[in-house]
């Protein structure tokens, strides 16, 4: 890793940090930060300190400690002596000095030794054109084909059986799936739009079959998978739309068939929850993160309910259901409910088409029907 740039989108600096900091960088993959994030903090006694995501050009987390203590840098040392994977992680401690300037110092263990391999002064730097993570999303989170998500799963077979039971699934679809002569539309939109009622009322009008992401074959392990990290979360939501996908090949030869989400909603979640900050930090429009995996079928139609802040609270106190921690961060997090609707505006090839939810049910209703049928009799 060269440091002639400045290292950072904004200095490390005042409370955040004080005077000292450690911030452990993976440069060994997606894997590797799994790593960090699931075991890292089980591992460690650090009750007191705080970890954050690093914004920075390299993969990491910063770990806070506002005692500064030293046992805790010695247990960061030990966590990364006993990786066996290679290249292995670095330790990057920032330390500020008398004259107030900020350095980092990045170390590595080798043979239970800990040896300084760099050394640079953190200044501030104007923002990037993009957040530092969107480079990493394809291969993190937002999976561009197959054999990626196929590729995180397969890692995790030796210590969470049900991926090996995901991925046996996975191995029974074709890779290669053709849609039938039926009508094929995706139904998407955020919790608490009336996705569900929508999707049902319009299968039932079409006398089309419904299928949802993830499918019902997978759907006993989602709980398993929610707790895991978000690389290991999201290639198990992936991998369950090329199920979906074998199942739209097949049924759409006989009938219509509605999908109650697809990949739009797996990749749009992801964007918003991977990418800090606001709007602005989303990827641009057109950025190829927004299309769609040229191996997965595609729908004829994809269709995005959508109903005012105000509107969508007040069915989601209604529920009276326990909220999945998304519902909850949607319900929480305005900026957040921004950022996933305006992802999915940004999808493209296909795109989404918006329809406004507020209305009641047979409006909706009839207003997604009407859609159904001007586009399919389009030339």
Same mark, same amino acid.
């Given at each position: 890793?060269?440091?002639?740039?400045?290292?950072?989108?904004?200095?490390?600096?005042?409370?955040?940090?004080?005077?000292?900091?450690?911030?452990?960088?993976?440069?060994?993959?997606?894997?590797?930060?799994? $790593?960090?994030?699931?075991?890292?903090?089980?591992?460690?006694?650090?009750?007191?300190? @705080?970890?954050?995501?690093?914004?920075?050009?390299?993969?990491?987390?910063?770990?806070?400690?506002?005692?500064?203590?030293?046992?805790?840098?010695?247990?960061?040392?030990?966590?990364?002596?006993?990786? @066996?994977?290679?290249?292995?992680?670095?330790?990057?401690? &920032?330390?500020?000095?008398?004259?107030?300037?900020? $350095? +980092?110092?990045?170390?590595?263990?080798?043979?239970?030794?800990?040896?300084?391999?760099?050394?640079? +002064?953190?200044?501030?730097?104007?923002?990037?054109?993009?957040?530092?993570?969107?480079?990493?999303?394809?291969?993190?989170?937002?999976?561009?084909?197959?054999?990626?998500?196929?590729?995180?799963?397969?890692?995790?077979?030796?210590?969470?059986?049900?991926?090996?039971?995901?991925?046996?699934?996975?191995?029974?679809?074709?890779?290669?799936?053709?849609?039938?002569?039926?009508?094929?539309?995706?139904?998407?939109?955020?919790?608490?739009?009336?996705?569900?009622?929508?999707?049902?009322?319009?299968?039932?009008?079409?006398?089309?079959?419904?299928?949802?992401?993830?499918?019902?074959?997978?759907? @006993? $392990?989602?709980? =398993? &998978?929610?707790?895991?990290?978000?690389?290991?979360?999201?290639?198990?939501?992936?991998?369950?739309?090329? =199920?979906?996908?074998?199942?739209?090949?097949? !049924?759409?030869?006989?009938?219509?068939?509605?999908?109650?989400?697809?990949?739009?909603?797996?990749?749009?979640?992801? =964007?918003?929850?991977?990418?800090?900050?606001?709007?602005?930090?989303?990827?641009?429009?057109?950025?190829?993160?927004?299309? $769609?995996?040229?191996?997965?079928?595609?729908?004829?139609?994809?269709?995005?309910?959508?109903?005012?802040?105000?509107?969508?609270?007040?069915?989601?106190?209604?529920?009276?259901?326990?909220?999945?921690? !998304?519902?909850?961060?949607?319900?929480?997090?305005?900026?957040?409910?921004?950022?996933? !609707?305006?992802?999915?505006?940004?999808?493209?090839?296909?795109?989404?088409?918006?329809?406004?939810?507020?209305?009641?049910?047979?409006?909706?209703?009839?207003?997604?029907?009407?859609? =159904?049928?001007?586009?399919?009799?389009?030339?």
């Amino acid at each position: 890793m060269a440091f002639a740039r400045p290292l950072l989108r904004r200095p490390l600096s005042g409370p955040l940090l004080g005077r000292r900091g450690a911030a452990v960088f993976s440069y060994s993959g997606p894997m590797h930060d799994a $790593w960090i994030n699931d075991n890292g903090t089980s591992r460690i006694s650090i009750c007191r300190c @705080q970890l954050l995501r690093l914004l920075c050009y390299c993969p990491g987390f910063l770990l806070r400690d506002p005692l500064d203590d030293s046992d805790t840098r010695q247990a960061l040392l030990e966590l990364l002596g006993a990786c @066996q994977e290679a290249p292995r992680p670095h330790l990057g401690e &920032f330390e500020a000095d008398p004259r107030g300037q900020l $350095w +980092q110092r990045l170390w590595e263990v080798q043979d239970g030794r800990r040896l300084q391999v760099g050394c640079a +002064q953190v200044v501030p730097a104007p923002e990037p054109p993009l957040h530092p993570v969107v480079p990493d999303l394809p291969s993190s989170v937002v999976f561009p084909d197959r054999e990626a998500a196929r590729a995180v799963l397969e890692e995790c077979t030796s210590f969470i059986p049900e991926a090996r039971a995901v991925l046996d699934l996975v191995d029974q679809c074709p890779k290669q799936v053709q849609k039938g002569k039926f009508q094929v539309v995706a139904i998407e939109g955020l919790d608490a739009t009336g996705k569900t009622t929508v999707t049902q009322s319009v299968a039932d009008s079409l006398k089309a079959v419904l299928l949802k992401s993830p499918p019902s074959c997978i759907g @006993q $392990w989602r709980k =398993i &998978f929610d707790d895991e990290p978000t690389i290991i979360r999201r290639a198990f939501y992936s991998l369950g739309n090329y =199920i979906v996908a074998s199942e739209i090949a097949k !049924e759409s030869a006989k009938s219509p068939v509605i999908v109650d989400r697809y990949w739009h909603s797996t990749a749009t979640y992801a =964007i918003a929850t991977e990418v800090s900050g606001g709007l602005q930090h989303l990827p641009p429009a057109h950025h190829p993160v927004y299309q $769609w995996p040229e191996d997965l079928l595609k729908p004829d139609l994809i269709l995005l309910l959508t109903v005012n802040p105000e509107e969508r609270l007040q069915r989601l106190q209604g529920r009276g259901m326990e909220k999945t921690r !998304e519902e909850a961060e949607l319900e929480a997090n305005s900026v957040f409910r921004q950022k996933v !609707e305006m992802s999915y505006q940004r999808m493209e090839n296909p795109g989404c088409h918006v329809v406004d939810a507020s209305p009641s049910r047979e409006k909706v209703l009839q207003t997604v029907l009407s859609l =159904i049928q001007n586009s399919f009799n389009e030339p």
